[in-house]
T-cell receptor
Framework: GDSVTQMEGPVTLSEEAFLTINCTYT??????LFWYVQYPGEGLQLLLK?????DKGSNKGFEATYRKETTSFHLEKGSVQVSDSAVYFCALNTDKLIFGTGTRLQVFP | EAGVTQFPSHSVIEKGQTVTLRCDPISGHDNLYWYRRVMGKEIKFLLH????????ESGMPNNRFLAERTGGTYSTLKVQPAELEDSGVYFC??????????????FGPGTRLTVT
């Protein structure tokens, strides 16, 4: 069945470091791909999305490119801030969302 | 525009009791979803309403869970009787109709359920 695998956390970085959170997927067909973020004490928020191969989603300095050949949708940010500390979820959409296990990011000043 | 709201934010109940969770989707959203995250694990799909009809309930764990969406507006998820393994965070999400092409699901803050 369809599934999403993302790197286990926590990921611990210093402010202004480069971030990569890996995400790969298995799916029949051509799903849309998403990154959701959950800040402490809050609900899930859509961070970015891509609906077809080679699309790049971007928001708040984060980017992810839909790579069909490697079935990946890795999340990147060039310079993280303390306020980026949160749990990040990769997901694919085939009518319902299928999530990865989430990756906790901790950014220290 | 108000977002997806859920009530209560936290619930602590004893094993064997009944709990009802409520979700109010974004106004005008036909699609309503329930998901659950058990501690430390992935967020898992429970079911999907299109208006008042259950489109997909393949993720419902067992018949102790009952979801309704009367009138196609808010939805309730009842757990009766609750078991220890039902503890987790229950998320509700909504999205516009498929025909509009707007497939993003918008999530509520979740209800944290603790069964003791």
């Amino acid at each position: 069945g369809d599934s999403v695998t993302q790197m286990e956390g926590p990921v611990t970085l210093s402010e202004e470091a480069f971030l990569t959170i890996n995400c790969t997927y298995t799916a029949t067909g051509y799903p849309s791909l998403f990154w959701y973020v959950q800040y402490p004490g809050e609900g899930l928020q859509l961070l970015l999305k891509a609906t077809k191969a080679d699309d790049k989603g971007s928001n708040k300095g984060f980017e992810a490119t839909y790579r069909k050949e490697t079935t990946s949708f890795h999340l990147e940010k060039g310079s993280v801030q303390v306020s980026d500390s949160a749990v990040y979820f990769c997901a694919l959409n085939t009518d319902k969302l299928i999530f990865g296990t989430g990756t906790r990011l901790q950014v220290f000043p | 525009e108000a977002g997806v709201t859920q009530f209560p934010s936290h619930s602590v109940i004893e094993k064997g009791q009944t709990v009802t969770l409520r979700c109010d989707p974004i106004s005008g959203h036909d699609n309503l979803y329930w998901y659950r995250r058990v501690m430390g694990k992935e967020i898992k799909f429970l079911l999907h309403f299109v208006k008042e009809s259950k489109q997909d309930e393949s993720g419902m764990p067992n018949n102790r869970f009952l979801a309704e969406r009367t009138g196609g507006t808010y939805s309730t998820l009842k757990v009766q009787p609750a078991e220890l393994e039902d503890s987790g965070v229950y998320f509700c999400a909504s999205s516009q109709d498929v025909a509009s092409g707007r497939i993003e699901q918008y999530f509520g803050p979740g209800t944290r359920l603790t069964v003791t």
